[in-house]
Every structure is written in C-alpha cells, then in structure tokens.
C-alpha cells in the first residue's frame, strides 16, 4: 500500500471513531431517559421490580439525564420513579452522601451555587477526538510558549534596570 492509501485508511477510521463516540453518547442519554420511564411505568402499574434497584445506581440513572439537579430534586425525583426511601432514617442525607461519593469517583461534577442549592451533573466523557497530525505538529511547534515557561528572570522595564527574578518567602513560624 501506498502512503495515501495509509492516509486514506487513517482518515476513515478516525471520522469513524468520533461518529461512534457521538452515538455512544446519544445512547446513554436514551438509556437513562429509558429508566426513568420504565421506574415511573412500573410504579404507576403497582409493580415492583423483579431486580431492585439500589440507591446508588437510581441516583446514576436520574443523573445521567444531563440536568443538574440538587440533592432535593434528586430525593424527590427517586421517591416519584418508585425508590423507597422510607428504609432510610434521614432520606436526604443518604441522597448526599451517594452524590458525594460519586462526585469524588468523578461520576459527577459538582456545582456550586449559592448554601442550599449545590448541584451535581454527570460528567460526560468528553466525545473522543483522535490527535491528527496539523493538531501534534502545532503542539510541537510551541516552543514560544515552552521558552516562556522557562523564564526565571522578569524582563527589563523600560524606565530602569532590570529586576531580580522573584522568590518565595519562607513561611514565617510563630509560637503558639
């Protein structure tokens, strides 16, 4: 084979792989808006599910949707999809520990807002975008940018002589 056919080849699949992570998102959010609707179907029917749900997945499935929501609206939306949260001595606080816990697994993003309305959002993989080659030859060709992370001294002013370069102070210790 020919380099262009190699070329040809590499263009194919990478516009392949980004359409795919496209989809693949496309689906997830059709597979949570999916749960939702069977949870609440299967409520309103007085149904209860041969596999129960746990807290946590249910909290993963209502936030997979997209929205950000506070731990209220979490709690609430739970209770509405038919998750039984009467086991639980303190709904709310169970609700914000499983957020907690899946915001420091990365699973959500939390956002702060003002006391009482912090909210979580899923964390969506970001769509995957393969490096083509003008993306790594600009990333090589930084070098500007890479002189400048090296500088230690601060330039010349134009008013005066040069400065000394900057230091960090010791931290001052005092007696307690």
Same mark, same amino acid.
């Given at each position: 084979?020919?380099?262009?056919?190699?070329?040809?080849?590499? &263009?194919?699949?990478?516009?392949?792989?980004?359409?795919?992570?496209?989809?693949?998102g496309?689906?997830?959010?059709?597979?949570?808006?999916?749960g939702?609707?069977?949870?609440?179907?299967t409520?309103?029917?007085?149904?209860?599910?041969?596999?129960?749900?746990?807290?946590?997945?249910?909290?993963?499935?209502?936030?997979?949707?997209?929205?950000?929501?506070?731990?209220?609206?979490?709690?609430?939306?739970?209770?509405?999809?038919?998750i039984?949260?009467?086991?639980?001595? &303190?709904?709310?606080?169970?609700v914000?520990?499983i957020?907690?816990?899946l &915001?420091?697994?990365?699973?959500?993003?939390?956002?702060?807002?003002?006391?009482?309305?912090?909210?979580?959002?899923?964390?969506?993989?970001?769509?995957?975008?393969?490096?083509?080659?003008?993306?790594?030859s600009?990333m090589h060709?930084?070098?500007?940018?890479?002189?400048?992370m090296?500088?230690?001294?601060?330039?010349?002013d134009?008013?005066g002589?040069?400065?000394?370069?900057?230091?960090?102070?010791?931290?001052?210790?005092?007696?307690?």
């Open positions: 084979m020919a380099e262009r056919d190699y070329r040809a080849a590499l &263009n194919a699949a990478l516009r392949e792989y980004e359409a795919l992570g496209l989809e693949k496309a689906i997830d959010d059709r597979l949570a808006q999916l939702q609707t069977i949870g609440t179907l409520r309103l029917l007085g149904l209860t599910p041969t596999v129960p749900l746990g807290l946590t997945d249910a909290c993963r499935m209502i936030l997979r949707h997209g929205e950000p929501m506070t731990p209220v609206a979490v709690r609430d939306r739970l209770t509405s999809i038919g039984d949260m009467s086991k639980y001595a &303190n709904d709310l606080a169970a914000h520990t957020l907690k816990r &915001n420091s697994s990365g699973e959500l993003r939390f956002i702060p807002r003002t006391p009482g309305s912090h909210q979580y959002v899923w964390n969506r993989a970001t769509t995957p975008v393969a490096q083509t080659r003008d993306i790594v600009v060709d930084a070098t500007h940018e890479r002189e400048a090296r500088v230690t001294a601060v330039p010349e134009e008013d002589p040069p400065r000394a370069p900057r230091t960090k102070r010791p931290a001052s210790k005092k007696p307690r």
